[in-house]
């Protein structure tokens, strides 16, 4: 008779996927830029500039994504440094220049570069719906890690979208009532903002819900344009399918990580 070890088998792992979005990663190696510059750090100072207490399961989670996405590579002793594509994101203040870099920076992780091509570009991605059934039954991811990776290529495209959106902002004529004189544009960029600061686009109904998650770390739902029934529908089944299926994967995680902490000690 065969013992139970021999029939079991083993744990299929998910492939790997950035388990953040691109707005997040260019906010990430902002952080990394600001404390460290151009120079190798390691990887625990790295997690920490990023927001987290030290190097752990999610920390790492993070620093892989920036890795998935090119803008973060290894060096020497276990370091990690900024590529040269993150360094030209950075110093890049033209969209036009930014967008291209960005859109490089999406198709790196080969699970998304993979899926854009399935379906014959960014623009023609299906439902979640579809994209779950894709990579739960055709490419053996689990549901939840699915939903995560579903929930960072949105995020990915949503912001590239509206980079692609600044950029094609006509440069009003020297002549015209919206041309700002250079000497007037840095006047008022002087003015700094401050972080948590709101900028909005005037012609745009918006609405933004802040939630305060500790004393560094935040979250906000941004709904964008007038919300009619429909829309809080689908916003509601959006919410349902994807984001809290996401979080509980994350909730899972972390009180396993803080289970192994307190074995350790």
């Given at each position: ?6 029939n ?63 803008l973060?590579?290894?060096a ?36 998304f ?55 094609e ?11 700002v ?33 500790s004393?560094?770390t ?48």
């Open positions: 008779m065969s013992s139970p070890e021999a079991s088998s083993p744990v299929q792992r998910s492939p790997r996927f950035p388990s953040f979005g691109l707005d997040w990663a260019v906010e990430g190696i902002k952080k990394l830029h600001e404390q460290d510059g151009k120079a190798p750090v390691d990887r625990d100072a790295a997690a920490r500039h990023l927001g987290y207490k030290g190097l752990n399961g999610a920390s790492s989670r993070a620093i892989a994504s920036l890795i998935y996405y090119d973060v590579e290894g020497s002793q276990g370091r990690i440094r900024l590529t040269e594509r993150a360094l030209r994101v950075l110093y890049s203040g033209d969209p036009n220049e930014k967008l291209p870099l960005l859109q490089e920076a999406l198709t790196s992780p080969k699970i570069d993979e899926l854009v091509s399935h379906y014959g570009g960014i623009a023609s991605l299906p439902s979640d719906v579809t994209l779950l059934k894709e990579l739960v039954i055709r490419r053996k991811f689990s549901d939840g890690a699915a939903r995560e990776c579903i929930l960072a290529l949105r995020q990915s495209v949503l912001y590239l979208k509206s980079l692609s959106e600044a950029s902002k006509p440069t009003p004529p020297i002549n015209s009532p919206e041309f004189k250079p000497e007037v544009m840095e006047a008022e960029s002087s003015k700094a903002l401050k972080i948590g600061d709101e900028v909005r686009d005037p012609t745009i109904a918006s609405e933004v819900i802040p939630a305060r998650l004393s560094r935040r979250a906000e739902l941004h709904i964008m344009g007038p919300l009619d029934l429909r829309s809080a529908k689908k916003l509601k089944s959006w919410m349902d399918n994807v984001v809290k299926p996401w979080v509980d994967h994350m909730l899972d995680e972390l009180e396993d990580e803080e289970l192994n902490e307190a074995e350790k000690a």
